[in-house]
């Protein structure tokens, strides 16, 4: 198990998101989602959100979606996993042929 999450101590009020390049197992974000709440931030897992770029979800998505209303990730890594409808899976594709007919329209 992780552990020695640092999160500063305070009453933050909002919505949060956290953000990373990948996402295995989940362990850190649910360490730092921990941290938060035993530091006094007023943390309400349905206004929070993850975004991964890469999302292997090798443990799945339930103890994640314990601690975030919502995640965000790619398709840059490919797997068999059942989708719930609070995570939402970018194309890559899709936003590459954006971005390449915008800087050839400008």
Excluded: Q, W
């Excluded at 974000?29 to 993850?50: I, T």
């Excluded at 770029?53 to 890594?77: Q, V």
């Amino acid at each position: 198990k992780l552990s020695g999450f640092d999160v500063p101590v305070g009453s933050v009020h909002g919505k949060y998101l956290l953000a990373d390049d990948i996402c295995d197992g989940g362990g850190t974000f649910v360490g730092v989602a921990e941290a938060a709440k035993h530091n006094g931030f007023r943390y309400n897992e349905d206004k929070n959100d993850l975004y991964i770029t890469h999302g292997i979800f090798s443990k799945g998505f339930d103890e994640l979606l314990r601690h975030f209303g919502r995640i965000i990730t790619t398709d840059s890594f490919p797997n068999d996993l059942d989708i719930p409808e609070n995570v939402e899976v970018v194309e890559l594709s899709s936003m590459a042929s954006r971005i390449m007919k915008a800087s050839i329209s400008s």
